[in-house]
Structure formats: C-alpha cells, structure tokens
C-alpha cells in the first residue's frame, strides 16, 4: 500500500471554530510532513514529524497544531484560523534520514470565512 | 533566499513536441533531486528523480539531465501529451536533515492538441 489519505477533502470553517486534518500512511514510514499550498505556488513546509517526534516546525503560527498519535496518523488541529488561511493542505511521509521519495496525500482544500 | 530556482514559469508545447523546464541549485549538499507532477485539486505525485552520482535518468517519455558542475538539472517531456499538461516542482533534498525538501517555484505545462 503506497498511498497516503487525508480527510475530509473540503472544509469550509468560521473564524471560531476548532477543526481537525486527519492523515494516514500504512507505508511504515517514520516521517510525516504537513504543507500548505496556496494557488500557482509550490507546496510550504508546515511541520516534519519524525518517529513520532515534532521535529521542524517552520515557524508556523499557534492556531495550528499539530499531533502524531502514532507512527501511522498524523492531525493538524485548527482553531481560530483566518482567510488568508485558506489553502490546500497536503500530508506527506516519507522513510526518515536517508532521503528519497515523499508520497503526497490528494489533500484537504480549506476554506476560512 | 530561495535554495531552488525553476524557470520556466509557464510553458505551451504542441502535441508531439518536447516539453524542457530547468532547476538551478545552490547548496552543494543536495543528493536528491525529484520532479513532481500536480494536477489541479490533486496533491503532487513523484514523476522521476535523479542522484548526483549518474547525469541522465530516462523513465518511458520522463528524461532527467543533471550537470553537476553547473548545478543544474532539467526534465526533459519527449512527445508531449495533453494528458500531460499540469504543474511540474522540481526540488531537493539532502541527507540528515528529515528529507526536508526545497520546491522550485513551478512551472504549468499546456500541451495543445
């Protein structure tokens, strides 16, 4: 199985509500990664997780947060987001260290009224 | 500064024709270079990706060229395709560092029947 699933794949959510991207991967790897990408823009690195552990977060603001409950699921929980927010948010997981392949999610589109 | 620079922005091919995009790179470092393809709504999938130790890597229509004295490297699209028209990242990774990857700023393919 070499594929990665996010759900749901649309979210429409107000200023003030609490929300939550969900990611899975069966692959066994020990890397996972959230990005944001905006229209005709590459994809941004959000947060890299590696064997359950938080270990880049790209200066991402509070209002998301990000959780790896295991070595399978990775969450992105929003909360009091903005429009400028809006966005397609892509899981990604890859073997850690060695370099090589990322397998992207088909990804969450976002959109914050 | 931006660790990967990709030209050209757009590109229009006619059916049948070559499609060829560049990436330029900076830090010497980088031992993996992919190329993903995005269709619209659709989260990127790896195309063909090469390593600094060979400076060609053919897959079907899909030719990567690597210089690595000039630190650049350019897929190459033979018998360009409708199907094809999407949007092409480049990137680059290095080892140590998460698979941390550096996107080139994309580039939308058209191919015209």
């Known amino acids: 199985d070499t594929e990665v699933t996010q759900t749901p794949k649309h979210l429409v959510m107000g200023m003030t509500n609490k929300k939550s991207l969900k990611c899975e991967q069966h692959m066994g790897h020990r890397a996972m990664y959230w990005y944001k990408q905006k229209a005709k823009k590459p994809p941004e690195l959000m947060f890299v997780y590696s064997y359950e552990k938080l270990s880049i977060n790209e200066s991402v603001p509070s209002r998301f947060s990000p959780e790896c409950p295991n070595s399978s699921l990775l969450n992105l929980h929003l909360h009091a987001l903005q429009p400028e927010d809006s966005a397609l948010y892509l899981c990604?997981?890859?073997?850690?260290?060695?370099?090589?392949?990322?397998?992207f999610g088909p990804g969450t589109r976002l959109t914050v009224l | 500064q931006q660790q990967v620079k990709q030209s050209p922005q757009s590109l229009i091919v006619q059916k049948g024709g070559i499609s060829i995009i560049n990436c330029a790179y900076e830090n010497t470092a980088f031992d993996y270079f992919p190329w993903y393809q995005q269709f619209p709504g659709k989260g990127p999938a790896l195309l063909i990706a090469i390593r600094p130790d060979v400076s060609e890597k053919k897959e079907g229509r899909f030719t990567i060229s690597f210089n690595k004295s000039a630190k650049q490297f350019s897929l190459h699209i033979m018998d360009s395709q409708p199907g094809d028209s999407a949007t092409y990242f480049c990137a680059a990774s290095m080892r140590g560092n998460f698979n941390k990857f550096y996107f080139g700023s994309g580039t939308k393919l058209n191919v015209k029947p």
């Open positions: 990604a997981s890859s073997q850690e260290g060695g370099g090589g392949e990322q397998f």
